[in-house]
């Protein structure tokens, strides 16, 4: 998690996981989203992610290095090349968002009585 988002946590005083807070964060973005959908297909290379996104390579790079940072993507390097890197999500930290998430929305124990400000 980055500094900022750190501060902006502690700043909001909201009793939210670090974790969840850096997957939304990351998750944030519409590259980034466009991202997660091709690595939920299957493991990319970094120059098909490229390619498909129109995007630069530092730029592709710059959106992996903030999923990575949010636990969401691991990479690994071609063992015959290692200029080539693969990207694919990591599937318990996926899993662990949407635990995270479906906790934080999880109004089963909302009280479903209608709110009124006359009362005392």
Known sequence: MSGRTAQRLREAEM??????????????D????RIIL?????EQCVCR????????QGTVSHHMSIL??????????DPDDSRWTYYA??????AYLQESLRSLLD???????PASCREA
């Open 15 to 28: 009793p939210v996981d670090p974790a969840l807070w850096a997957g939304l964060v990351a998750l944030a």
């Open 30 to 33: 519409p590259v980034r989203l």
């Open 38 to 42: 091709m690595l939920r297909e299957r």
């Open 49 to 56: 992610l490229t390619e498909e996104l129109g995007l630069s």
């Open 68 to 77: 990575k940072r949010a636990g969401l993507v691991r990479d690994r390097r």
């Open 89 to 94: 999500l990591d599937a318990s930290s996926v």
């Open 107 to 113: 109004t089963s124990h909302t009280d479903r009585t």
